[in-house]
């Protein structure tokens, strides 16, 4: 698939076929997804994919802060990636102290990078997915066990897309969003 035709054609999908995406297809997109750039080549992003259906409901039920829609989404996907990064390198300095005025921000720049290039990839294997940014981190911990020293700065429901070829939500123009020195 031609880049021009992955981007534009990359949709979030929120319904998804019941039947699994096998994990040499999960493998597939992460060995692609690794190569997203990230600071100091720190690669910090870790993605760890729940499939096991009680987690995922739970997850659903308790963690998005009752937002019904993110609740059936994740309950059709056939895994959630929680996206995480490990914490403390990222945008820091060997001694531990910020190396720019955002802080620790860079970690989410990164996590942010690496989830589209994922999307991408995915959507390239045929998988669908929609980043979920409305969810509570703590609520996820108490189900997921995350490791110790990761965060999590977002969820990907994943699976096989019910439907393809959707048109793409509005997009501002180039002209609106671009401009060069004068
Ligand atoms: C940071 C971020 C958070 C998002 N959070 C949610 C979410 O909680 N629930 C959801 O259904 N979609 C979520 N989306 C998906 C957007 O709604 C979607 O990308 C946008 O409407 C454009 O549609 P498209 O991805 O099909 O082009 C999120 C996207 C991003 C980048």
Redesign the pocket.
Same mark, same amino acid.
């Given at each position: 698939m031609k880049i021009d035709t992955c981007i534009k054609e %990359? %949709?979030?999908v %929120?319904k998804f076929l019941d039947n699994p995406v096998p994990h040499e297809v999960y493998e597939k997109i992460v060995d692609l997804a690794r190569f997203s750039p990230s600071w100091k080549n720190s690669q910090t992003v870790r993605y760890r994919i729940v499939e096991n259906k009680e987690h995922k409901s739970r997850i659903a039920e308790t963690s998005v802060l009752g937002?019904p829609?993110?609740e059936k989404?994740i309950n059709r996907a056939s895994a959630l990636v929680i996206l995480t990064v490990v914490e403390n390198i990222s945008g820091y300095e060997t001694d531990g102290t910020f190396s720019t005025p955002k802080e620790d921000r860079w970690e989410v720049f990164d996590a942010g990078i690496a989830a589209q290039t994922f999307c991408l990839a995915a959507h390239a294997h045929d998988v669908g997915t929609?980043?979920?940014?409305?969810f509570d981190e703590h609520e996820i911990k108490k189900i997921y066990d995350v490791p110790a020293g990761e965060k999590i700065i !977002?969820l990907i429901a994943a699976g096989y897309p019910q439907e393809t070829g959707?048109v !793409?939500?509005p997009r501002k123009e180039v002209e609106e969003i671009l401009s060069f020195d004068e």
């Open positions: %990359r %949709r979030s %929120r937002n829609f993110n989404t929609v980043i979920i940014g409305v !977002a959707k !793409a939500p």
